[in-house]
């Protein structure tokens, strides 16, 4: 199903989600409720159409933290598509 869209957000295949994943642990990147690293991902909504001073290729990325005693377990990172899209480049 990765490539669908609804609404505004796209649906990530779980090839998808891997590399999304990969990019996260890759920055270091730590949830800002309890600084966990570990994280789910969920769909990805494209900036560059909505924001003029974004590039075309870049998403928010939708990221829940697995922690279950975050108190803000739901947040999102800025990735370019090309960092986690198959078959775009």
């Known amino acids: 199903?990765?490539?669908a869209v609804y609404?505004?957000?796209?649906?990530?295949s779980a090839e998808e989600k891997r590399r999304?994943?990969?990019?996260?642990?890759?920055?270091?990147?730590?949830?800002?409720?309890?600084?966990?690293?570990?994280?789910a991902a969920?769909?990805?909504?494209p900036l560059g159409f909505l924001w003029?001073?974004?590039?075309?290729?870049?998403y928010m990325m939708a990221l829940t933290c697995q922690n279950p005693e975050c108190p803000e377990p739901?947040?999102?990172?800025?990735?370019?598509g090309s960092e986690f899209l198959l078959g775009e480049r």
């Open 42 to 45: 969920g769909e990805a909504l």
């Open 52 to 58: 003029f001073g974004e590039e075309k290729d870049a």
């Open 74 to 80: 739901r947040t999102g990172l800025r990735l370019a």
């Open 1 to 3: 199903m990765g490539g």
């Open 20 to 39: 999304a994943l990969r990019r996260v642990r890759e920055r270091g990147f730590a949830c800002p409720g309890c600084g966990s690293r570990e994280f």
């Open 7 to 12: 609404g505004d957000n796209r649906i990530l």
